[in-house]
């Protein structure tokens, strides 16, 4: 009994140094006095230079603050960390409306909080007063300190070619400190809140420090857990499901097999919220609470001294249910965070190894300004083969297009392949090979995957090939393995071969290289996927092509910035369709050559031009010239967001616009005419995030503007004529 007190003395003193300790370091900050009802005067999407983030005291001295001129998160600190608040600023309103914890994690078979707070009985609202009332949550990490530093880079990238962007975004981590306690009290882990400074983006993650004598495995973990108010409360379930917050939520350890992050996003879940009781719904089934975690694992052995780093999470609340809106906080969230995905080179896709037909083309990219030559699949080079005689052959055509100013890359499979049945991953179903997402795929933690990494670095590194196509990228295969060299078993085998290709992307970015892959890895440093298409529309005759092309320009490029996407262009027969399909002889399809460049070029999107040439005719080189001239011309722009102005639907004009508040050319609206017979339409266009206002110049390809007078919605109205099958463009200037 007496050592039980005195254990008990010693946990309050401890207590109560911590907290005079934490409370000296939130009077040193400076008080934050904004209301939550009052909203961001200014539009971010058209300057966000006002907003910086930083770190303030709440009136009372109770809280730590977190924001910028969009958005805030307070944190109550005692009598343990928990978020109190979170605001959307550009709306005015409050998002939060339950305490909870930051989250939680199982270390060998037992669960504890990060901290959290407990004894809220209403939940569908908060007030401050109650708060004071609340406790510490049972078996929770407990806050012992805080710090403030410069948010860090998330990932090294050097920047060697043309890109929209130059970096990522600064802003502030606030990082809290946390303690275990009994027999965890070695273990810390740090918290990290990051918030940018010109976005309405948070950044959360955590780091395990085990200072321990003993080994310690993450058997799983939660790394967030909020409760948000509902956007709409229906007292039955809605046959189209619930609507959900107005939040876009984002983590880096997506690895789905797929173009986008809705469809690649796995760790992100809105559940139901029981204790929630005073909720509308009669069964208590409204998706509210906020719960960020991996599908699986992860499983992680930490040995003492060793550091577990969990994967981020973004959160960006949006202030409207526009689809172009939230379209451009996406777009504007990727540019930002993933500024490498804004390089946008000019390529070939050439389908041939020959010394003559390489040179050949090299010439001809050189003489047309494009600017890389990607080696397409079909043909015989193998990034697998490391030996000294394949490496010098592909070097010595690597060395003739330096020579000519043109980067080379290549293209390598790594999914959907069958390798061996020792290899690949094993099915915790049937215990066999088979039945991953693209039946076969060999696992990236046996020994061949490492191998098969370090021989695409040796490969690029001694050829000098600067840019990378990786098809079938890992696609969140499981692997029941218990004999592969790199990985354990099943719990660990998602995330220890997510880490091993991110780790592969990381590099890349870091060492100046480009790369296509096909799935959504923009956050762990690839530059470009595909925009999304069906492979055999590009076997169907030319004319219907042309609209597919744009109708995939247009319907891709919402949520993702046009410059991160490629498309295609069968210059060659692809996947069938004959003399119909393509555009060889080129010199015989000009008018589908151009206009497959143009609505490509004009969209911002690079396309796959997948064949042994760019030009068969002097013609044709005078064609692809011009084409390439009048982009790089407007490449800022070219690049820049899209407002979508009308599908194509092959019965009347299509088009969309460029807009950049920033650039001399404001906006570029490029408009279709799909009919037979030349059109006269009325088209407005809408200028608010040029931001311009009241007036603009205008002018119709390179002819002299003319003034116009915007109304109060900053739009002004054209009457415009396209040619039969043809486009035109507008440029506003102020």
Not at 471 to 496: E, F, I, M
Not at 580 to 590: D, K, Q, Y
Not at 686 to 706: D, F, V
């Amino acid at each position: 009994m007496r050592k039980l007190l005195l254990f008990t003395l010693f946990l309050t003193a401890s207590a109560l140094v911590r907290a005079e300790s934490l409370a000296e370091k939130v009077q040193n900050l400076p008080v934050f006095d904004a209301l939550a009802s009052a909203k961001t005067p200014y539009d971010w999407l058209i300057d966000p230079s006002p907003s910086r983030a930083g770190v303030f005291r709440s009136a009372d001295g109770k809280s730590v603050i977190l924001a910028n001129g969009m958005v805030w998160r307070t944190f109550r600190i005692w009598p343990n960390l928990a978020t109190t608040d979170y605001v959307n600023r550009m709306t005015g309103e409050r998002m939060l409306r339950a305490v909870g914890t930051e989250g939680c994690i199982s270390l060998d078979g037992k669960t504890y909080q990060l901290g959290g707070l407990t004894g809220q009985e209403e939940r569908g609202y908060l007030l401050e007063q109650w708060i004071d009332g609340l406790k510490a949550t049972d078996s929770s990490f407990v806050v012992e300190d805080f710090r403030v530093q410069p948010i860090p880079r998330r990932i090294p990238w050097k920047r060697v070619r043309w890109s929209l962007v130059e970096d990522t975004d600064s802003g502030i981590d606030l990082v809290f400190s946390l303690r275990g306690r009994g027999e965890l009290s070695a273990v810390l882990i740090d918290l990290h809140f990051g918030l940018y400074d010109h976005l309405p983006v948070l950044q959360k993650s955590f780091e395990l420090f085990n200072n321990s004598g003993d080994p310690l495995t993450v058997d799983n973990f939660k790394l967030e857990r909020l409760s948000f108010f509902e956007p709409e409360s229906p007292v039955d379930t809605p046959r189209d499901g619930f609507r959900l917050p107005n939040i876009h939520l984002e983590s880096d350890y997506q690895c789905g097999g797929s173009f986008t992050q809705r469809e690649s996003g796995t760790c992100e879940h809105w559940i139901k919220e029981p204790e929630y009781t005073s909720q509308r719904n009669y069964a208590l089934n409204t998706p509210c609470r906020l719960e960020v975690a991996p599908p699986l694992g992860p499983d992680q052995r930490i040995e003492p001294g060793q550091t577990f780093r969990s994967f981020s999470v973004f959160e960006m609340p949006y202030d409207s249910y526009d689809r172009e809106r939230k379209g451009l906080f996406d777009r504007h969230f990727y540019m930002a965070l993933c500024p490498w995905t804004t390089q946008n080179p000019i390529f070939l896709h050439l389908t041939a190894t020959d010394p003559e037909t390489v040179h050949r083309a090299v010439d001809q990219c050189a003489e047309a300004g494009y600017e890389m030559i990607i080696i397409s699949f079909g043909s015989d080079l193998n990034m697998e083969d490391i030996s000294e005689k394949n490496i010098q052959r592909f070097k010595s055509l690597v060395d003739y297009a330096h020579s000519k100013g043109i980067e080379m890359g290549c293209y390598s499979l790594l999914a959907s392949r069958r390798v061996s049945e020792e290899i690949d991953c094993i099915n915790p179903k049937t215990g066999k090979t088979g039945g991953m997402k693209f039946g076969n795929s060999p696992c990236l933690c046996s020994q061949w995957g490492y191998d098969y990494f370090e021989k695409l670095k040796t490969f690029m590194l001694r050829t000098g090939m600067t840019c990378l196509e990786h098809d079938g990228s890992y696609p969140g295969d499981v692997c029941a393995s218990t004999s592969h060299a790199h990985h354990r078993g099943l719990k660990d085998s998602q995330w220890n071969q997510f880490h091993k290709i991110a780790s592969f992307y990381h590099w890349l970015s870091q060492e100046g290289f480009y790369s296509n892959v096909p799935d959504f890895y923009f956050m762990n440093g690839t530059t470009k996927t595909s925009i999304g298409y069906r492979e055999v529309n590009w076997s169907l005759p030319r004319e219907r092509q042309l609209i597919h092309a744009r109708q995939v320009n247009y319907d891709g490029t919402w949520e993702r910035p046009s410059g991160s996407l490629w498309s295609f262009t069968p210059l060659v027969q692809y996947h069938g369709g004959g003399a119909a399909a393509t555009l060889e002889p080129l010199s015989e399809h000009l008018y589908e050559y151009r206009t497959h460049m143009v609505q490509n070029y004009g969209a911002g999107v690079q396309a796959c031009y997948r064949g042994p040439r760019l030009y068969d005719t002097d013609e044709t080189k005078e064609m692809v010239k011009e084409v390439i001239a009048w982009y790089k011309k407007y490449r800022r722009i070219l690049n820049s967001d899209i407002i979508h102005l009308r599908k194509p639907d092959a019965r009347d004009w299509d088009g969309l616009m460029h807009v950049n508040p920033q650039e001399k050319e404001r906006a570029l609206a490029m408009l279709y005419n799909p009919l037979q017979e030349d059109i006269t339409r009325q088209i407005t266009l809408p200028l608010y995030y040029t931001g311009l206002k009241g007036k603009a110049r205008i002018r119709e390809q390179e002819n002299s503007p003319k003034r116009y007078r915007l109304n109060d919605r900053q739009e002004v109205t054209l009457t415009v004529r396209i040619p039969a099958n043809g486009y035109t463009w507008f440029v506003v200037e102020p």
